[in-house]
């Protein structure tokens, strides 16, 4: 299976995606690193590198389901060409994907969360809040099917949720 988390930044994405991956051994492919590492090698930041770290990690992901495994990729995935990968990489794979979409209902909570959050990212710079209309202009047109997680509860409840939702066990 292909399990695609989309969502804006600060929501929880990575918490929810990396918690799903220790519960489970999933791998998970996070987007940021690899635009960060990019940025690390010497790619300016002129160039597409969020495209080419979205494009490296679709790569990735496509090995990893040919080897029969379960992927969770972990990235925005606001814009819908970029959800288009997904669905284009589980075509040629003949996986089941399912986009899980995290928004965080507390906007003060989620505000909060993205000002104090500090990765370490390099050179990738954090988002601000005010920089988020777009994606969430992109995600609020957003009517393919998915599931919607709410990440202002507790994330290992979102996750037992999740898992029985994507295996039918718990």
Not at 5 to 10: D, R, V
Not at 35 to 52: I, K, M, N, R, Y
Not at 58 to 83: I, M, Y
Not at 118 to 127: H, N, V
Request: proline share 5%; net charge negative; charged share 25%.
């Amino acid at each position: 299976m292909l399990i695609a988390m989309a969502g804006l930044p600060g929501a929880g994405k990575s918490t929810v995606a990396d918690a799903l991956g220790r519960r489970t051994g999933w791998p998970v492919l996070s987007v940021d690193p690899v635009e960060a590492a990019l940025l690390g090698a010497g790619v300016t930041s002129d160039q597409p590198t969020g495209l080419a770290a979205y494009l490296a990690v679709g790569a990735l992901a496509e090995h990893l389901l040919r080897l029969g495994q379960t992927v969770v990729v972990d990235a925005v995935n606001a814009a819908p060409e970029a959800r288009a990968q997904w669905e284009d990489l589980a075509r040629r794979t003949r996986t089941p994907l399912c986009f899980v979409e995290v928004v965080c209902s507390d906007v003060d909570l989620h505000r909060q969360r993205l000002t104090d959050r500090r990765r370490d990212l390099g050179d990738l710079p954090e988002p601000r809040w005010d920089s988020l209309d777009q994606r969430r202009e992109q995600l609020a047109g957003w009517s393919g099917p998915r599931l919607v997680l709410d990440s202002a509860g507790a994330v290992e409840e979102l996750v037992d949720a999740l898992v029985t939702e994507l295996t039918g066990t718990g």
